[in-house]
């Protein structure tokens, strides 16, 4: 069977052809003193731009893809959330709502004999889960509507096989990488901009704590009752445990994803339940990228995939990617992953041809050459990134991105943190290896451009990453720089 899996839609019902690429795309109603320039600046293309969020063409585009792809040969679509713009957070709940309702519309009228699966993300309005269950009340049966209308998760039991979906809100998780909103609202949304009041908050802080404690009783529960009836399980949530692997750096603020004890106590819900766990899907990072959780003795035990999205923007100009959509091929009976077909669409050629097309971008195990989908053949793929053929990274690096060209090569310290991010979800011991392994996978990966210190050496690094930060060492060790890996939270 086949399901598919899309991600980080973010549709910007401002975005217009005639806005200006370096404000969202928005064409404004007032000028910006200061904003004018002889130079003529490029128009943002019919599906899209790299530095906006997706036109309404581009998400009508991705899902008429899917269905003629595929046709109705779908088991099920996984939605993992962000579908309102990066710039929705001023607009009235009503508005927001009915951007969502939109967007629900669209994909229930192209697959209205399969069920959707949608998951919460941190842009997908402020307002109830009661409203949102009402929603999406076609796609979710009544026991899995009890504990959404309470938090915004639910699990369902697919009917032909003995898989369990558990769909989770990370948004109880979540580490928030923006101390200060002002500074972000001053740059996105100018005041004049919005005539409706700001959408209000429909939780405390303490009714939220509360709330995510519950879902961490109920998701135990769950993985309890599925290992005991012998069910296999695919977590499905929109924010990843770990980090991002296109931040540079130990442990930067903006880098993290969840608060440092939901990571941990995420990593070990995974291990406890592995055996049941066929597979975890993630979105949030706008890149293509996978993880591993390892068991005490250092052995691969799960994995993670992250898809990527389907708007180009990720905050921070430099860390876009083309638009994807993600086709799975699993086992109906078991839930076995057997493999993907990764699809793309080269945004600047789809804006001068004025067609979206659509077309594969790889296969998962012809790709990367794995035998089959588990922690065992991912872990040793990841292995590949520390020797001396670079060239398995290279087709890794040119994927993340979905074959977004920045100009600029992930060399040294970026190729490490791409390998640490991936093979170490714990903090600490990202921490750890950015530390331990930095040294001998230069020293084991002569190509890279940068030369080895002694070990001696490595208090002097510690030194100077304190002053001058990660871009700051990188410019003095090799002179190097890193593709994609921006201080910019998403």
Request: proline share 5%.
């Amino acid at each position: 069977g086949y399901f598919w899996h899309i991600s980080d839609l973010h549709l910007d019902t401002f975005y217009s052809t005639e806005g200006d690429i370096y404000k969202s795309c928005w064409q404004l109603a007032h000028s910006v003193p200061g904003s004018s320039s002889n130079a003529v600046p490029e128009a943002p293309g019919h599906f899209g731009n790299y530095n906006c969020d997706s036109p309404w063409s581009l998400i009508e585009s991705a899902v008429k893809t899917m269905k003629a792809k595929q046709g109705d040969n779908v088991e099920f679509v996984l939605w993992t959330g962000d579908a309102l713009s990066h710039s929705a957070q001023p607009l009235s709940e009503q508005k927001q709502h009915e951007i969502l309702r939109n967007i629900t519309d669209l994909l229930g009228r192209s697959f209205s004999s399969q069920f959707i699966f949608p998951v919460l993300g941190h842009e997908d309005g402020t307002g109830s889960y009661q409203r949102l269950g009402e929603l999406w009340r076609h796609w979710l049966p009544s026991e899995a509507l009890v504990t959404f209308d309470q938090g915004g998760y639910y699990s369902i039991e697919q009917t032909k096989s003995r898989l369990r979906i558990v769909a989770l809100n990370t948004n109880f998780m979540r580490l928030d990488p923006d101390p200060d909103p002002r500074a972000s609202l001053s740059l996105r949304w100018p005041a004049e901009y919005f005539g409706e009041p700001k959408a209000s908050v429909s939780s405390t802080i303490g009714d939220d704590e509360l709330l995510a404690e519950q879902q961490w009783l109920w998701l135990e529960e769950v993985l309890t009752k599925s290992r005991d009836k012998q069910e296999t399980v695919y977590i499905v949530g929109h924010m990843p445990p770990g980090v991002d692997e296109r931040h540079l750096g130990p442990q930067q603020h903006n880098q993290l994803v969840f608060t440092e004890r939901n990571n941990r106590r995420y990593l070990e819900m995974v291990r406890k339940f592995a055996s049941v766990i066929q597979g975890q899907f993630f979105g949030h990072l706008h890149s293509d990228t996978f993880r591993l959780i390892y068991d005490a003795k250092g052995n691969p035990i799960s994995w993670l995939m992250i898809a990527p999205s389907v708007v180009p923007r990720k905050a921070g100009i430099g860390s876009s990617n083309n638009p994807a959509l993600r086709l799975y091929k699993f086992d109906t009976g078991s839930g076995q992953v057997l493999d993907y077909t990764q699809f793309w669409l080269d945004l600047p050629l789809a804006n001068r041809a004025h067609e979206p097309t659509w077309q594969p971008e790889y296969n998962l195990t012809h790709y990367y050459a794995l035998p089959e989908i588990s922690a065992g053949a991912l872990h040793n793929f990841a292995e590949r990134f520390t020797g001396t053929d670079l060239s398995w990274f290279t087709r890794y690096h040119r994927a993340n991105a979905v074959r977004y060209q920045s100009g600029a090569a992930c060399q040294g310290l970026c190729m490490l943190n791409h390998y640490c991010a991936i093979t170490r979800l714990d903090y600490d011991e990202f921490r750890v290896c950015l530390e331990k392994e930095q040294l001998p996978l230069q020293g084991r990966a002569p190509g890279l451009g940068y030369t080895a210190l002694p070990a001696s050496w490595s208090w002097l690094l510690a030194v100077f990453y304190g002053l001058c930060g990660i871009s700051g060492l990188l410019e003095w060790w090799g002179g190097g720089r890193c593709n994609n890996c921006h201080n910019q939270r998403i």
